[in-house]
């Protein structure tokens, strides 16, 4: 599997509600795509939730290489580079995914960055990883890694967030989820 995110930084009196409707009028539209597992459609807001900067990040999950190049190459992402320019595509491997179809139910997605220190091994890091992230009790989340920069990042879903007891992160609000087909 692979992640996938953009995050594009929008001016502080930018009109929120032209990401929304562009996601309400458009999401629909990666519902099933090739290969992805999800799409979240994340927003933050200034002055909502913390947040300091508006922006748009969309998080996508891939189940393999394939629906990720034609997402890129055949078209389907020049609707970001028309409406928002050239965007960095950050990518990571999943390291830990304890997500399932339940994703839908949630609102928010909260995500805590760490760095990976250096060490003389890292057998048995993910066990680590695992154990020291904070737990949210009946919560799905995934931990993404980037070996290039040496941090992981956890994602929480929520569907309240009464649940976050004083953790430092970024709350994004989900505008819509697009996930893989689910058999019937």
Known sequence: M?????KITLPSDYDMNIIKDRVRNN????DGFDDLKFKLYLVTEKGINNNLQNSYCPLYLWKGSSGLNKFLFNGFYDNILNSFGWQRVNVGIPLIDTTSSKIRENKYLFQITREIQPQQSLNNLKDKIEEGI??????EYIVIYNPDKWEYDVFYFLSELSKLKEMSGVIYNIL?????ELPY
């Not at 999401?27 to 990666?30: A, M, N, P, W």
């Open 134 to 139: 904070p737990t949210i009790d009946n919560t």
């Open 27 to 30: 999401g629909h539209k990666t």
């Open 176 to 180: 819509h989820i697009s996930q893989e």
């Open 2 to 6: 692979i992640a996938t995110q953009y």
